[in-house]
């Protein structure tokens, strides 16, 4: 039997950077995975991939709509989707191996297997039983059943299906107007299919701030994808190359049916703590499936912690990141801190989507005054150069005291130019603080400064 000061299950990012982390803080280590390769759902089936297949139908877009208008003549590309998806594997490879040389400097041991709990201080692993004396679960999360829809990863996919597809579809239906279908959706919109989101909600991207919804909903009809609103799937019929999507309309509760090649269910995730045996260990969970932890990532049961997906929070990779980061430290004996007033959220279409902190909806339920600074790219020399002059900054701060209280992006490169304004509330700016502060021109980043203007005597470009 070996033993460690700690043991993580599960090596996505937030089991990776949290065994990472603990090694660096002088913990012996250990890691549990039962994939063949660390890094879980994000980088072998999530972000990585989607990201890698984003870019390059990003660049095919590019060379069929902008090329030519900036003097790069000839023949736009054809796509050859065997290579695309081999650039995605590649792109996989060279991250999870990345992860596996940090553990090995870092000198953590993979546990290869499917971890249980048999009692506090013990992971089980195959029939190997290893003591811990404390016990890290990041065991992630897995896509949300939805009654009447049958997966089978060929014809209704969900994400992980939908990054391996044999061909792109002719007809793609997306059920969920989140974050997943939005991303997975512009990629095949992109390469050539006739795209309809099918949402049960009014607005797409819940919970983000409603005149982005907007925008944003606005912007992608404008590339071709097409939206059925207020509408809840009561099934899918598939065969071997086809399916069928029958849904009811909220208003008037008319049925309809549409047909499709693929339909990619993408109505969210749950967190994935099968097998584990929490419930002989009496560990507390939430309703919704989470485990219930303190301040200190510490579940009711003494020396087990929980991070990430598989406990309350937005579900983010970066959210675990930092959870990972803390609990390594409340273990080591330290003080872990994680501020989740300013956790960002992007999403990775074109343009990008952005946000942190407050919005306008959220802070008008708490009755408390705010001003709203806005500027728009369509007033970025750089971003007029670069055909990316849709969307906008807008920044909201305290109408009292001109602290920031969110942000919220829709533009080119949106994801880069948020960590700008995070940093900012980190230390409490104002936004006259992010105005007073020289930006290099010709950037896009000028457009946080404009609108942090505006915030005060008003925007100097618009």
Known sequence: MSSYDVIIIGSGPGGYVCAIRCAQLGLKVACVEGRETLGGTCLNVGCIPSKALLHASHMLHEAEHNFAAMGLKGKSPSVDWKQMLSYKQDTIDTNTKGIEFLFKKNKVDWIKGWASIPEAGKVKVGDDVHEAKNIIIAS???VSPLKGVEVDEKVVVTSTGALELTKVPKKMVVIGAGVIGLELGSVYKRLGAEVTVIEYLDAITPGMDGEVQKSFQRLLKKQGMEFVMGAAVQ?????????KVTYKLKKDDSEHEIDADVVLLATGRRPYTEG???DSLGVEMSERGQIKVGKDW??????????????DGPMLAHKAEDEGMAAAEQVAGKHGHVNYGVIPGVIY??????????TEETLKKEGRAYKVGKF???????AKANFAADGFVKIIVD??????????????????????????MEFGASAEDLALTCHAHPTYSEAVREAALACGDGPIHS
Do not use: W
Not at 298 to 311: E, F, L, M, R, S
């Open 376 to 382: 728009s790219f369509m007033g970025n020399g750089r």
């Open 399 to 424: 109408k009292e005291t001109d602290r920031i209280l969110g942000a919220h992006i829709i533009g080119p490169s949106a994801g880069d130019l948020i960590h700008e304004i995070c940093v900012a």
């Open 298 to 311: 510490q579940t009711n049961v003494k020396g087990i912690y929980a991070i990430g997906d598989c406990i």
């Open 349 to 358: 279409t074109h343009p990008e989507v952005a946000n942190v902190g407050e």
């Open 276 to 278: 584990l045996g929490l």
């Open 235 to 243: 099934k899918t019929e598939a065969t071997k190359t086809k399916a």
């Open 140 to 142: 992630g999360s897995e």
